[in-house]
């Protein structure tokens, strides 16, 4: 077994949809992308690539960037 356990959080639905709602408000007051997910992951204590997946997802589901929907890819499961 690794010494290393797993640092992993879980976060409910609804704490991952209050970051990708904070990372948003970031991206658009801001008006750049550029280090503004990493900073505001940080600073809301979560890890950068969920984070990042999540605004994606998000992104994709609200029909601004091409992709399959959750609903989609449930449905293909």
Do not use: W
Request: charged share 25%; aromatic share 4%.
């Amino acid at each position: 077994m690794s010494q290393h356990g797993s640092t992993c959080r879980r976060h409910s639905v609804e704490e991952k949809a209050a970051a990708v709602r904070v990372l948003r408000f970031l991206l658009a007051g801001l008006g750049t992308s550029q280090g503004t997910t990493t900073r505001g992951s940080k600073q809301l204590g979560y890890g950068l690539e969920p984070v990042r997946d999540g605004v994606r997802q998000t992104d994709i589901n609200d029909g601004l960037k091409a992709g399959f929907t959750t609903d989609e890819q449930a449905r293909m499961r």
